[in-house]
Every structure is written in C-alpha cells, then in structure tokens.
C-alpha cells in the first residue's frame, strides 16, 4: 500500500514537470527538432520516406535527425540504416564540437535497455564487454530514470548500474531530455565494435573474437554476489531440489508480437524427459500466462510456483548447467552469465552469429514459398535475409514458410548439448559444424 502510494506520487510529479517541459520547449523549439517532430507523426509512409529523406540532407550533421532518420530506414534499408550508424560517435563529437560551449562528452544509454524487453540488456552487456575489453576505456555512459519508470527487472539493473553513472532524477531527466537524446548511445539497432557502429550481430561476434584473442579481459560475465547465491541455493532448496542436484533452465517463448519467435511448448516434452533421465531437474522460467505443462516428475514448472520472482528468474539463468531457451530475454540473459546456451526454434537466424563456441544454435526452418530447401546465401545474407524478420518489412513473412523444430531435432539437440559439455561431440557433428562455418564465413562480410 505504501510502495503504491509512493509511486503515485512520482507518477504525479513526471506528470507535473512533464507538461512544464512540454510548454517550455514548445516556446523554445529548435527548428529542426520542430521539423523532425513533424515527420514522425506522420503515419504516409510515402511522405514520410520523402520528408526525411530531405531533412536528413539539408541536417546530416545533427545527431538525432540522424539517428532517427536510420532508425526509420532500418526496417526498409538496412544497409542504408548502418552507413549512416557507422560513424556515429565521431558525428556526435564533432556536433558536440561545434554546438556547446562545454566539450563533456557526456554520453546516455537509452532507459528503453532497462524498462522495455528482458533482451535488451544483451545490448547492455555488449556495449561495456566493447568500453572494457576492447577500448580499455574507464569512462562511464549515463542512465537517468525517472523516478516513477517501472525497471523490467530490478536484479538485473542492480547488476548493471554501477558500471554507469546512474541517476534516478525526474526533474533531471525531463529537463535534459534533448540533450539525451541527442547524445544517447544508438543501441536500438546497432552496437559499438572500438569506435564504430555495426549491426548487433556484427560487433558481438567481432567483440567475442576481441575478447577471445585477448587474455587481460576485465569484464567478461554478470555476477551475482555471493549473499545472492546463497539466498538463490536456499530458495531451491525450498522449491524441492536437494543441496547436490543439478538443473536445466528452461525458456519457450510464447508471447504477443513477433510471433514468429513463439514455439509450442509440447515439442520440448521429450528433450525434458531426456534430461531428467539423466539425473538433472528442469526449471522452466516464464510468467503465469503460458501454458502450463503436464505434471512430469523432475519438471519445476516455475512461473506457477510462489517462488517466482525477478530474482529468481536471474539466479535460475546463472546457476543452471545450460540454458534450453529461445529467441527470447532469458536466453540472453543465460549467455551475459556465461551460461551455455541451447538455442532451439531461433529466429531470426541472424544471432547465429552473435552466440559463442560453447553454444548451440538450432534455428526454424525458414523457407520461400515454393521451395524445400534451406538456403544459405539467402537467409544469412546481407541485408535480404536481415530484412525479412521484421514485421513491418516491405518483404514481410507471407512470403516465407516458417517452420518450428520437431520434438525430435530438440531432443536430439540436447543430446549434443550433453556430448558438447561433456567433450563427447561425435566426429560427424563436428564435421558437420565445420562443414557448415565454412559455407556461411564468406556470406557476410563487414569492413
């Protein structure tokens, strides 16, 4: 009751600086904010592709008309959407340069990694692995946050903000939110590999070949501490596990948007029972709007459980000998653990080249209408096979057969899941893993 109050009132006090901002900037609007305000409430696609087109031509060198000129291209151009990303930062210094009186340098994460999807924070993860292991860089990005803002895991961001210079300022925020904007890190898209912009599935396989070759790493993994360990092992202990037992997180996706990454939870009946068969317990992570699955011995159906919390959710994503997720949040969270991640009914097929060695990657079967085969060149090549995923895509799904993996290529999954940790990888999946490394390596390339 109190904690609710509380936020009442904070809702109360965004809702009051909020409209003095809004009456502020609308006395005091840039011109050019004014224009690119404009564009983005218009709904014609059409005159919208023409006005921004126009406006990042006459502003190329305003960091926000930029960013959010390439945002908009990025469901219609991709490639054009990263040759405006790729020299971000220098265009934000030189904008900085040429526009302030004070150089600070200052730079924002946007509050979206932390109140939007559980995944988002795979961006997060990267984005300091880069400043870290890569740059060598001590110098911290911003976070400020409303007071009222509804972080989407609490654990999580706990794990993250001390690595930021973080600040949860209504006033602060509203009143610098131009400035925000303007100098946020465009992580939305794209990420940074040293000091330029790729795609997301780019620069973290460029970060992790970095990080590989590199043995004086200093960030590698999130860490819980070790009071949170201890509260996460007696909360199993509860839950029915004995103190020696070992376990498989568990992750289907089924939720609303982007249904293409939802799968069918009665497809990973016969992969559970394999695991249980050989000593381990499943814990299958989720919220209480999913289907519930059979009573199987072995099988802790969580999300229906009283033990499920925010941090549970994180301590099950760290703590579980591999993670049997797909394309959603908690398998990101299992690999900024460290965790092995088993990918199955995975799209887009992109990520693919965002996972480690220590993974493995089963993607949906994505197929042209009117063809049975899986064509390499098409889906992992760019941009066409980057396009596709998106539901606003001028090439959108009615074009494509999707097809989620059978209850037997899950179980058998796992089982090379099991070989791979325990170094018994058959001479044929290793040729076959090969063989294929080597037909996509060509496929895409980045300067």
Request: aromatic letters at 16%.
């Amino acid at each position: 009751m109190f904690q609710s109050l509380i936020h009442k009132a904070h809702v109360c006090e965004a809702f009051i600086f909020g409209t003095f901002f809004k009456f502020f900037n609308s006395i005091f609007k840039d011109k050019v904010i004014n224009e690119l305000d404009i564009i983005l409430k218009n709904k014609n696609i059409n005159k919208k592709k023409k006005d921004f087109k126009k406006l990042y031509s006459d502003n190329s060198n305003h960091p926000l008309v930029a960013n959010c000129y390439a945002e908009f291209l990025h469901n219609y151009d991709p490639k054009a959407s990263f040759d405006i990303y790729e020299n971000f930062d220098k265009l934000q210094e030189d904008w900085e340069a040429n526009n302030l009186k004070k150089n600070a340098g200052k730079r924002f994460i946007p509050i979206g990694r932390f109140i939007g999807s559980l995944g988002n924070s795979w961006t997060v993860f990267y984005y300091l692995m880069n400043q870290y292991n890569v740059l060598k860089s001590k110098k911290k990005a911003h976070v400020l946050i409303r007071k009222h803002e509804r972080l989407q895991n609490p654990t999580v961001f706990n794990l993250f903000k001390d690595h930021f210079v973080t600040e949860k300022n209504t006033f602060k925020f509203l009143k610098s939110r131009k400035y925000q904007d303007i100098f946020q890190v465009p992580l939305a898209h794209c990420l940074p590999f040293k000091k330029k912009m790729y795609p997301w599935f780019v620069a973290i396989n460029l970060i992790n070949q970095e990080v590989e070759m590199n043995k004086k790493n200093t960030f590698t993994k999130l860490i819980l501490s070790e009071k949170e360990q201890n509260l996460g092992f007696k909360t199993l202990l509860k839950m029915g596990l004995k103190e020696n037992d070992w376990f498989v997180g568990l992750h289907i996706r089924q939720g609303i948007g982007n249904t293409q990454c939802n799968s069918d939870p009665s497809t990973y009946i016969e992969a559970i029972k394999e695991i249980i068969s050989r000593g381990g317990k499943v814990i299958r992570l989720g919220d209480s709007s999913m289907t519930k699955f059979p009573k199987i011995d072995g099988l802790i159906d969580y999300p229906f459980t009283k033990y499920k919390s925010h941090f549970m959710d994180v301590f099950i994503t760290q703590n579980c000998k591999f993670f049997l997720g797909t394309s959603s949040g908690p398998s990101v969270l299992a690999a900024c653990f460290g965790t092995p991640v088993l990918a199955v009914n995975y799209t887009p097929v992109f990520d693919y080249y965002s996972y480690t060695k220590k993974d493995i990657f089963l993607p949906k079967k994505v197929h042209l209408k009117g063809q049975n085969h899986f064509d390499e060149k098409f889906l992992f090549g760019y941009p066409k096979g980057y396009i596709i995923y998106s539901e606003s895509s001028e090439q959108g799904f009615d074009r494509f057969d999707i097809k989620d993996n059978s209850s037997e290529e899950i179980r058998n999954a796992t089982i090379e899941m099991f070989d791979k940790l325990e170094s018994k990888n058959t001479k044929k999946f290793l040729e076959n893993n090969n063989f294929f490394k080597e037909k996509i390596k060509n496929i895409v390339k980045f300067d």
